[in-house]
């Protein structure tokens, strides 16, 4: 079973920066795809940015373009999110998941695998 696992959230204040990582368990694992979903208090899960490794190519949420960026490492099956001109409406647990065929990558059901998330929290 492969498992994804987040790191880099964290407290900090409107206009900061936050860097979240997500690695897979298994370097033989091969995926399609990687994104970032987030979840705010009573909210339901949102896509945020994928990033597509054939090609590179890139998709990002509307309310976060020009704020947000991802990259990744296909060989190493990981994926970052550097999230810079935070606002306290990106107050959310983030999740990053994998995905096998790269398609619909703007809906959960695009992805095989979920990392257990990480808090983010932007104070105003």
């Known amino acids: 079973q492969v498992q994804l696992v987040e790191s880099g959230g964290g407290l900090v204040q409107a206009g900061g920066s936050l860097r979240l990582s997500c690695a897979a368990s298994?370097?033989?694992?091969?995926?399609?795809?990687m994104g970032w979903f987030r979840q705010a208090p009573g909210k339901g899960r949102e896509f945020v940015a994928a990033i597509g490794w054939s090609g590179g190519s890139l998709y990002y949420e509307d309310s976060v373009k020009g704020r947000f960026a991802i990259s990744g490492d296909s060989a190493k099956n990981t994926v970052y999110l550097q999230m810079n001109s935070l606002k306290p409406e990106d107050t959310a647990v983030y999740y990053c998941a994998a995905s096998f065929h790269g398609l619909t990558l703007d809906k959960e059901y695009g992805y095989r695998y979920w990392g257990q998330g990480t808090q983010v929290t932007v104070s105003s």
């Open positions: 298994e370097r033989t694992f091969s995926s399609a795809a």
